[in-house]
Each structure stands twice: as structure tokens, then as C-alpha cells.
């Protein structure tokens, strides 16, 4: 890795950034007229069976380390990985996503094999900011994703493996108490959104 990267992206910060990074409307067009799955990290998901749905998509969203428990419950494709903070590359080659989505605000974590990745997007800190200000509390990276998808023309909007905490994230051990987001906002959010927004499907448990 140069030891240009880590100094240019301290002193020019975004400006820095955003050469590498694929313009918004990129995404928006790519998404347009598509079938979309955002996959939480929920560990309920592991007791669902939604794999041959989230399959079927045409581009599906992954978060983080993007825990595939199995096909049945998680589904084997991966469109696009989202990031709120660095993963093993690793995880990244065995995803082997279109695009990488940098959601977070803070960009000192944004490493020089993120920026340089096949597809790489810089989310604006002005949309971190204004999903901040709807929930009154630090988003999480789901959200940010539901938020810029919904912004899209995309035919339908698929959530899997969102309960909003209650059984915790696959990705980590922290309790709701130990993460700054507020879960309960991001609850009502979903719900609001799917009143006025048809194409929105939460998916739960199956049977």
C-alpha cells in the first residue's frame, strides 16, 4: 500500500476520496427498474428460510462480514457489499461484490484496497447526516442502505434479516446497549416508510 494514501486522505479528506469512488447516480441507474435485496445481519435470519427469494433478486445488497449461515436461510449471491467499517479482503474475495459501498460518515477506516475496489461508492456524509437527523441517533448501516435505495427507481425493495436487534447481529456480540444506534427509531422508520412506499416488503419469519 503507498504511504500516499493514508496522508492525502488526512489532508484533502473527501475531495481525496471521491476520485475513486463511482458517482450516485451510477448506483441509481443501475438500480432502477430492478428487484432489490438488502440482507441484515440479524442472527433470526439463521432460523428463516428466505435463501431462494434473496437469490432470485437481481441485485443483492450484503453488510459487513455478510455471514452466509446457509443457502436455505441466506441465499449465495452477492451484488453489492456495504461497509461501515474495514473487513478482511478475505471476505471481500469470497463475496466477490460489483460494487463496495463505503455508508460511513467517518473515512480515516477507508483503506486503499476499499477505495481501489472493483465499483467502490463514497456515501455523502450530507445523506449520513440527514438519516441522523430522521432517527435523532447515529444510523445504521442498514438504514443508510434502505434509505438510498428507496431514493432509486427500483421496481421492488426486499428487507431480510432485519429485526431491528431483537436477536442481535450475526456480525458481532454487543448488546443494543453497547452500539449507538437507536433501534426502536429505525423500527418506526421501516414501518412509516412501508405506508407510503408500496415497493417496500419486510420479510420475516417463515414457516
Known sequence: MS????????????????????????????LSGKTIAIIGNARSLAQQSHGAKIDSCDIIIRMHAAPLISPESHGSRTTWLALGMPVDQSIIDARAPD?????????????????????????????????????????????????????????????????????????GRRSAAQVPHDFAAEKQFVAELMTRDQRVVLHGQTH
Open 3 to 30: 504511504i500516499l494514501f493514508p496522508f492525502n486522505r488526512m489532508v484533502f479528506g473527501d475531495g481525496f476520496l471521491q476520485k475513486f469512488s463511482a458517482p450516485q447516480k451510477a448506483l441509481m441507474a443501475e
Open 99 to 171: 460494487r463496495l459501498l463505503w455508508m460511513a460518515k467517518k473515512r480515516k477506516r477507508v483503506r486503499q484496497r476499499i477505495a481501489m475496489a472493483k465499483g467502490f461508492y463514497l456515501h455523502p456524509k450530507s445523506d449520513w447526516d440527514g438519516m441522523a437527523q430522521t432517527l435523532n441517533a447515529p444510523p445504521t448501516t442498514g438504514a443508510m442502505l434502505i434509505d438510498l435505495v428507496t431514493k432509486s427507481k427500483a421496481a421492488e425493495i426486499h428487507l431480510f434479516g432485519f429485526d431491528f436487534f431483537a436477536s442481535l447481529s450475526l456480525s
